[in-house]
């Protein structure tokens, strides 16, 4: 029962699993952290999993799974066509969302290359709560432009708004007559808006959307590799879903959408991903890239294990004493953290904690990559690997000037189930920390920039000396110390 996350009304996560299997970590001494952080191109992404103390990087395809997942891994049907373990995992897939079709795909992305292929026309418009970064490099590729169309709240850093990821319904009316039904490939609704904090999206938001594009004769598209959190946001903040069954809700959602595509490194807590739809036309338009692009029908590159990971991990993603975990960490370290002035994203969403280094960092400019900054010195001040999602992770725009993001976050991300609340701590008082020495962080800029999602690969310097300055001071402060 997820009303039991906190005990004798103190603001305390209480975790619905006991640990069977550990991954021991290693804290390096400061300098260590700093060297490590040097030869990483002070690019988070760029770090070695051996140098990291807390990996809150990312959720994907880290979370913990089952003792269920892994014995379902045992069964798996091995053979290139007509797998057993296929129909199986297509199966639980049907049960949850009511639809008819599904494609496998290696992972999120994969689904996007094959929807991008067959929606998106060369000067189409792909309407979204919000873009997440691979989404919008496939639709880009395909000659589509993103618009967002989320609320103006979503950037309301510290907000009470308990669904940030709605669409603005006008904003949503205004773009159809103003592009024409026929200009628009798309329209796609991300649960949990990953890149604005992990904000959920409301069914009434869903309900009034899909009406909209029925009427207007337009395809909805739901990304929900990031639906657990959102499912759970849905029950606690949408008194209808109060004593709903999770799986009447998952239902509705399948009735509202064309078009339903996961990742499943998040989505499952597994690894691969997959795309569902009733659509028949868009279904043979889309199968056909499967085998060329990913792998035969029935696998599509990914490892039949993993499928029947995935298939216990969605059944079990219909639990909230399953899909609390991760909301009720975040809320706990967002408190910790509001509590001692730190700003972070409000409310506390899914996936994890967001910072906002725009306040962090108030002294940097937008073009010093604030959040890449905070990343960096969060990594040297206790080992947490963060990741950037500002300004780094934005594209330059066709002139080659700098695309300013709307916001400057580093998110510490929660993976699923894989933390304790002392390790929660650990990354209050560290934090905390740094915010009471945040003048000491300086710039950053690139020195090698790629092209297409620049933040995975691109390496960066800092402006001055001002990693080493952290350092002393840390080691005024601490001591010998880790
Ligand atoms: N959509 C959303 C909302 C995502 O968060 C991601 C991945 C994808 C699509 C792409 O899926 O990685 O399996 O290809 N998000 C990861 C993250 C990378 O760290 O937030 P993928």
């Known amino acids: ?48 999993n051996l140098d990291i103390f807390l ?74 709560n919000y873009h997440f970064t691979t989404t919008k490099a496939h639709i880009a590729r395909m000659g589509g432009i993103v618009e967002e169309i989320i609320l103006d709240e979503a950037f309301n850093i510290q907000s009470s708004h308990p669904f940030k990821g709605d669409i603005d319904i006008n904003k949503l009316n205004e773009a159809i007559k103003k ?18 904090g992990g904000q959920p999206v409301s069914m009434k938001n869903m309900r009034e959307v899909s009406r909209i594009c029925r009427k207007e ?52 807590a597994a690894r691969g991903g997959g795309i ?12 056909e890239l499967v085998p060329l692009f990913e792998g035969f029908l029935t696998y599509g590159g990914m490892s039949v294990r993993e499928m029947e ?3 216990v991990g969605l059944q079990e993603s219909l639990d909230m004493d399953v899909i609390s975990q991760t909301p009720i960490f975040v809320e706990a370290l967002c408190n910790e953290l509001v509590e001692r002035g730190i ?27 604030p959040s890449g900054a905070l990343a960096t010195a969060i990594f040297i001040a206790s080992g947490i690997r963060g990741m950037e999602r500002g300004t780094i992770s934005e594209a330059r725009n066709d002139d080659g000037s700098e695309h300013l993001a709307n916001m400057e976050l580093v998110r510490l991300a ?42 995975f690969l691109g390496r960066l310097k800092p402006k001055g000396d001002w990693p080493q300055n952290l350092v002393k001071q840390f080691r005024k402060d601490f001591g010998d110390s880790l």
């Open 343 to 369: 700003p972070v994203v409000t409310p506390p969403g899914g996936l994890g904690c967001h910072l906002d280094a725009k306040q962090f960092c108030d002294h940097l400019p937008q073009t010093d990559y």
């Open 55 to 128: 990996d809150m990087l990312t959720d994907s395809g880290v979370n913990a799974m089952s003792e269920m997942q892994y014995a379902a891994m045992l069964q798996a049907d091995d053979s290139y066509a007509g797998s057993e373990t296929y129909y199986r995992l297509e199966k639980v897939l049907a049960d949850i969302f009511g639809m008819k079709y599904f494609l496998p795909a290696h992972q999120g992305r994969a689904c996007e290359h094959i929807f991008s292929q067959v929606m998106v026309k060369p000067g189409t418009h792909a309407l979204t």
């Open 276 to 287: 569902l739809t009733s659509d028949e036309d868009l279904f043979i338009k889309m199968r």
């Open 414 to 455: 929660f993976p699923k189930r894989v933390f304790t609340l002392s390790q929660v701590k650990y990354v209050v008082d560290r934090v905390t920390w740094l915010y009471k020495h945040r003048s000491l962080i300086g710039g950053l800029e690139f020195v090698e920039e790629p092209k297409v999602l620049r933040f």
């Open 217 to 268: 004769n337009i395809k909805l598209i739901f990304d929900a590799s990031l639906l657990t959190d959102n499912l759970y946001f849905n029950k606690i903040r949408e008194p209808e879903f109060k004593d709903t069954d999770i799986k009447n809700i998952t239902r509705e959602i399948g009735s509202l959408m064309d078009m339903i595509y996961f990742s499943s490194r998040k989505l499952g």
């Open 1 to 48: 029962m997820h009303n039991l996350k906190f005990f004798s009304g103190e603001n305390v996560p209480l975790e619905m699993h006991k640990v069977r299997m550990v991954q021991k970590i290693n804290l390096l001494p400061i300098e260590k952290r700093l060297q490590s952080i040097s030869e990483a191109g002070f690019n988070t992404f760029l770090l070695k």
């Open 309 to 311: 990971a995935m298939a």
């Open 179 to 196: 592009h024409g039904k026929d200009k628009i490939c798309f329209v796609r609704i991300e649960a949990g808006t990953n890149l604005i």
